[in-house]
DNA sequence: TCCTATTCCTAGCGCTGCTAGATGTAAGAG
DNA sequence: CTCTTACATCTAGCAGCGCTAGGAATAGGA
């Protein structure tokens, strides 16, 4: 039968309504009002149709997560294929990532410091921060010295992160967000 | 007569009590454990009692971050003033950093990734915090080279940040802590 | 001894994530 | 074509959360 087919196919399309719901309004207005109860309303179904679909709340952040994987190794990749040399390339790999993490804060926090339920530092990563993690690491192998470039390629990515979150929580001014950037790449890109 | 003074002792012993116990139950089980109900039941009062001493959780939570800002600070004084030379003080002193907030994790992110409505430009909290910032500046001030001390301190101190928080979230392998650890050592003490 | 001011508690509001059980609907069997 | 079964979906509700209004108890001063 076709009927099932049709089933299955309208079943995805509400799970895709349930992530970009999610999306959007965790970005508009904070993972604090994205509830079930709006989400529900959202799509225009009950409250209990998402379980069917996600294990529960943190599920669905972690589907919006697995997006903004994506999103990232994109925007990284086109950084450093874009920049003139190796040096520029951290600059401009750096500034990227600040910019994405400035543009959807709350898509950063789903992939980096909320959603705990997903597998990173395991063999099964998702293969999109894979690809993010593996375009960090082409942009600082250049510099590594005698360290060990999976090391170095961890410690860039946590400046990186603790520069962003650290910002964005009020602790270190905005104003002077250029300069420690300049700082971070310059520790890394010599 | 010394009425009043007996009052007002029995206050503030209950307000340290409320932060004791937010502090202890926090460590023990995780700020998610830490209600209203559990903490009132602690020091046996009722729940609203709380809110005669803090204007809600969230400032409940702050008190026992200026805790460990105190806490903190005594740790990096400690830490840089027993290395041999400026290069191991910013070994050491990382490795304090680290150490704090691998071994505090629920003090640590009431200070550094929840609680925003600390007065981080009032008197009390920046005493404490300004200590600890103004001992990483000392650790790294031999270090700076061209570029601006305060710049420096804040990308080093946003390192450990990064370094700290991924691991914790389960994002890096705790088995390289210490190669990823002596990685910015190395780069912010040349 | 009475009055007043303060302290503290009981009870409850509106919200959360999540789920059990009822209800309607569609597919398959006779 | 009818009946039964299985599944999709909803209504209603649970237990918990932070927080607060309003009443009861307790103390201090007249």
Redesign the interface.
């Known amino acids: 039968m076709s009927t099932q087919g049709r089933r299955e196919r309208e079943r995805a399309e509400r799970e895709r309504a349930i992530i970009t719901a999610a999306r959007g309004l965790a970005l508009a207005e904070g993972w604090d009002a994205v509830t079930t109860r709006r989400l529900a309303a959202e799509i225009e179904y009950s409250q209990p149709v998402l379980y069917s679909h996600f294990k529960g709340k943190d599920a669905i952040m972690a589907a919006v997560a697995v997006e903004g994987f994506a999103e990232l190794a994109a925007t990284l990749v086109s950084a450093r294929a874009s920049a003139a040399d190796p040096r520029q390339a951290v600059a401009d790999v750096a500034a990227a990532y600040a910019a994405f993490a400035e543009q959807r804060p709350a898509i950063y926090d789903a992939m ?2 909320l959603a ?1 339920d997903l597998p ?2 395991s063999q099964d990563v998702p293969t999109d921060l894979a690809r993010g993690f593996a375009e960090l690491a082409e942009t600082v192998r250049p510099f590594v010295g005698d ?2 470039l ?3 390629t ?2 860039f ?7 962003v ?2 910002m964005r ?4 001014r905005r104003a ?1 967000h250029d ?2 950037l ?3 790449v ?3 890109s010599r």
Chains 1, 2 share one sequence.
């Open positions: 980096f410091t705990v990173f530092a360290d060990d999976e090391a170095v961890e410690t990515w946590s400046g990186l992160h603790g520069l979150t650290l929580s009020g602790r270190l002077d300069r420690r300049s700082v971070l310059g520790r890394f």
